[in-house]
């Protein structure tokens, strides 16, 4: 395996991993594939870290097809030649959704897949399933979260739930954006484009802008933000009605 890999990816998974209890031994771990390059470096790394650690588990790639036609070939070959399992799931989900009229497409589309990601986990009786947020996602739904809701916290990266009975978890939450680019370019990795109408038009690519702005002023805010979230300040945290 290549040095730089750890440095670049592997190192901020394996902690990831062992500070939320992620994988354990015989856990059997679907990896969500949107085509995108973070769930492709995902289901990369969690093959390495399996065949090169001492740790014991069964990984299968995920992908939902919302029936838009895209074109999953390199992907599929990646992962024949890299001995790993996938499967793509095919469903009607774009034929329900209203992109004229609908303010919650994402939300709803997002709903859909979630229940057809877990339609496959029950046919393979898997324990968790693992999603390709990286550190920036974090922080960005982070930011999002207080700018537009006025709530505090990001997404969860270890989150059980009990009425499906399966983990989500986000091994890359340690990882930056701009070192799984370096990665995919490197490694030459299969990217497939999303035929998705709102592609790249999303509230969150306002934020990119935002977090890009306090960056030059504060260099190190994504790990600061990232850091505060295990670093919670009890106290100064107002609870109502005690
Ligand atoms: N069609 C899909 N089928 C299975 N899992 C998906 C699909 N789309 C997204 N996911 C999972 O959800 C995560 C977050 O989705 P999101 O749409 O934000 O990803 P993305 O940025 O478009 O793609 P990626 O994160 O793979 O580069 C992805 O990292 C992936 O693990």
Known sequence: MKKYFNRLFLNDIRKAIDDFNMIKNGDIVLVGLSG??????LLYALKLLRDYSHMDFKLIGVHIDYG????????????????IDIHIEKTDIAEHLDFENGKNVCSLCARFRKGAMARVA????????A????MDDAVETFLMNLIYTG????????????????HIIRPMIYVKEENIKKVVSIENLPEIKSNCPLN????????????KFLEEEYKDIREKIIKSLSNVYEEGLWKKGE
């Open 68 to 83: 838009w036609e895209m074109d999953f070939s390199s992907l599929i070959d990646f992962c024949e030649e890299e001995n």
């Open 122 to 129: 029950k046919m393979y009786n898997a324990t968790k399933i």
């Open 151 to 166: 709530k505090l916290g990001s997404f969860s990266p270890n989150n059980y739930d009990k009425d499906k009975r399966l």
């Open 131 to 134: 999603y390709g947020h990286h």
């Open 36 to 41: 995108g390059k973070d769930s492709t470096l």
């Open 200 to 211: 790249g038009f999303t509230t969150r690519q306002e934020i990119k802008e935002l977090v």
